[in-house]
């Protein structure tokens, strides 16, 4: 993930539309991923993940440790922006030698494990070579597929709504848990008509989001096999969006186009943008004001359907290491020393053994720990639904078409069938 998590989402769900047919091969060619070692029993695992420069510092700061503690196992590492990651991951796959051990998320996880590529790690729990205590929130449920345990988070985050507190003041709104969505949108206009700037960014291409308030109303975005929705609810979702657009409440959308990279919140052009809790760090790196986190709007004053998300350490079926990679998983979420090297760079740390040896010293960072313990403590988070094989398509084309929409490229009825078509191609695979 990063920015706001749109620009990487939308270019590597374009790369996970890969040829069916050549990643099914990984169920039936290829070898299995690691080395043995010169004879002395040592052995070589292989571990990718994406992301920048520093996180790559950090990551291979904790194999050092981990190498330290464990001289018989050593790791071989290779990382990747999100998109380039994620085409090079495919390409491996499909020819039977995914790495060993990888960074996932869960819009991957059914669809890998349907195509024979990840070790349920169940095996190496039972054996004691990997350990589900001590996981703060219950996050560690994130990466349970039916009944299998395919990720094990290492860090967690929750959507967010991210505020400019200057203007959000100025205009005279307070946020407060369990406000409603007619609450939110009058607070936006309120802003627009007394602070003359847009109240939002721009909420309803953003799956997750709508997740939140489907399941605010009993419903999801997916259900195991498909769409928890129906066309209707989608006319409804985007055509008050796209009225709000008009009247100048939502921030013109070619606006947030030109604002790329930044955000239009940071850039000065809205007050509020709805996020993961993690990514807030970037408004004070871009903008000249105070943000802060503010809590989901509500249908019913109570619920927000909100639920914590978790960047994860998934294993090949191919590995030949099961054990080892079992130890490097268990050492890399456990790990106290590593939880103060990694401090926030995937989320708020996943396991409380690490979660406490990280004394954040920096605002955003105490404020983003302080949010989760709060909607924690407010008792609204539930369990993801976990996502269906082809979600990560899905999510492209609400993002692709809802933005489409918003701009008047594309009428809403149009927009809705079109996403359903796409949708039911995506989910068929």
Same mark, same amino acid.
């Given at each position: 993930?990063?920015?706001?998590?749109? $620009?990487?989402?939308?270019? %590597?769900?374009?790369?996970?539309?890969?040829?069916?047919?050549?990643?099914? #091969?990984?169920?039936?060619?290829?070898?299995?991923?690691?080395?043995?070692?010169?004879?002395?029993?040592?052995?070589?695992?292989?571990?990718?993940?994406?992301?920048?420069?520093?996180?790559?510092?950090?990551?291979?700061?904790?194999?050092?440790?981990?190498?330290?503690?464990?001289?018989?196992?050593?790791?071989?590492?290779?990382?990747?922006?999100?998109?380039?990651?994620?085409?090079?991951?495919?390409?491996?796959?499909?020819?039977?030698?995914?790495?060993? %051990?990888?960074?996932?998320?869960?819009?991957?996880?059914?669809?890998?494990?349907?195509?024979?590529?990840?070790?349920?790690?169940? =095996?190496?729990?039972?054996?004691?070579?990997?350990?589900?205590?001590?996981?703060?929130?219950? %996050?560690?449920? %994130?990466?349970?597929?039916? *009944?299998?345990?395919? *990720?094990?988070?290492?860090?967690?985050?929750?959507? =967010?709504?991210?505020?400019?507190?200057?203007? /959000?003041?100025?205009? *005279?709104?307070?946020?407060?848990?369990?406000?409603?969505?007619?609450?939110?949108?009058?607070? #936006?206009?309120?802003?627009?008509?007394?602070?003359?700037?847009?109240?939002?960014?721009?909420?309803?291409?953003?799956?997750?989001?709508?997740?939140?308030?489907?399941?605010?109303?009993?419903?999801?975005?997916?259900?195991?096999?498909?769409?928890? /929705? &129906?066309?209707?609810?989608?006319?409804?979702?985007?055509?008050?969006?796209?009225?709000?657009?008009?009247?100048?409440?939502?921030?013109?959308?070619?606006?947030?186009?030109?604002?790329?990279?930044?955000?239009?919140?940071?850039?000065?052009?809205?007050?509020?943008?709805?996020?993961? &809790?993690?990514?807030?760090?970037?408004?004070?790196?871009?903008? !000249?004001?105070?943000? *802060?986190?503010?809590?989901?709007?509500?249908? !019913?004053?109570?619920?927000?359907?909100?639920?914590?998300?978790? #960047?994860?350490?998934? +294993?090949?079926?191919?590995?030949?290491?099961?054990?080892?990679?079992?130890?490097?998983?268990?050492?890399? $979420?456990?790990?106290?020393? $590593?939880?103060?090297?990694?401090?926030?760079?995937?989320?708020?740390?996943?396991?409380?053994?690490?979660?406490?040896?990280?004394?954040?010293?920096? +605002?955003? =960072?105490?404020?983003?720990?302080?949010?989760?313990?709060?909607?924690?403590?407010?008792? $609204?988070?539930?369990?993801?639904?976990?996502?269906?094989?082809?979600?990560?398509?899905?999510?492209?084309? /609400? #993002?692709?078409?809802?933005?489409?929409?918003?701009?008047?490229?594309?009428?809403?009825? &149009?927009?809705?069938?079109?996403?359903?078509?796409?949708?039911?191609?995506?989910?068929?695979?």
């Amino acid at each position: 993930m990063g920015n706001n998590g749109s $620009v990487e989402r939308r270019t %590597v769900l374009r790369a996970a539309g890969a040829s069916v047919a050549a990643l099914g #091969l990984a169920a039936t060619t290829g070898c299995g991923g690691g080395e043995s070692g010169p004879g002395d029993g040592t052995v070589t695992i292989r571990y990718a993940w994406w992301g920048a420069d520093e996180r790559a510092k950090r990551i291979n700061r904790s194999i050092a440790l981990f190498e330290k503690k464990y001289p018989k196992i050593k790791v071989q590492t290779d990382f990747q922006d999100y998109a380039a990651f994620w085409e090079k991951f495919q390409t491996q796959a499909a020819g039977g030698n995914p790495p060993d %051990v990888f960074q996932n998320a869960v819009g991957f996880l059914r669809k890998y494990d349907k195509r024979g590529i990840l070790l349920d790690l169940k =095996s190496q729990i039972d054996a004691g070579n990997l350990s589900l205590k001590g996981f703060r929130a219950g %996050v560690e449920k %994130v990466g349970q597929v039916d *009944g299998k345990q395919l *990720g094990i988070p290492v860090g967690s985050n929750a959507m =967010s709504l991210v505020i400019d507190e200057k203007v /959000f003041e100025k205009a *005279g709104v307070t946020p407060k848990q369990g406000w409603t969505w007619d609450e939110y949108f009058a607070a #936006l206009k309120r802003i627009h008509d007394t602070q003359k700037v847009a109240g939002d960014t721009g909420y309803f291409a953003i799956m997750y989001l709508y997740d939140l308030y489907l399941r605010q109303n009993g419903k999801a975005f997916f259900t195991e096999d498909g769409l928890g /929705f &129906d066309e209707a609810d989608l006319t409804e979702w985007w055509t008050d969006g796209y009225n709000r657009v008009k009247a100048g409440i939502i921030t013109d959308p070619k606006r947030v186009e030109q604002d790329k990279p930044k955000s239009s919140l940071s850039a000065g052009h809205a007050a509020s943008e709805f996020t993961w &809790d993690n990514f807030t760090v970037r408004y004070t790196a871009e903008g !000249d004001s105070s943000y *802060g986190l503010a809590p989901i709007p509500t249908t !019913d004053g109570k619920q927000t359907g909100q639920y914590l998300a978790s #960047l994860m350490l998934s +294993a090949s079926a191919r590995t030949g290491h099961p054990k080892e990679v079992a130890q490097f998983i268990d050492f890399m $979420v456990h790990d106290p020393e $590593v939880g103060k090297i990694m401090g926030y760079d995937r989320g708020i740390l996943a396991t409380t053994g690490q979660f406490e040896a990280f004394q954040p010293s920096d +605002a955003p =960072s105490k404020a983003i720990a302080r949010y989760e313990q709060d909607v924690a403590a407010a008792g $609204v988070l539930g369990t993801i639904t976990p996502h269906p094989a082809g979600a990560d398509t899905v999510e492209a084309a /609400f #993002l692709r078409i809802g933005g489409d929409m918003s701009q008047g490229t594309t009428k809403v009825s &149009d927009a809705v069938k079109q996403f359903f078509s796409e949708a039911k191609s995506a989910l068929a695979v």
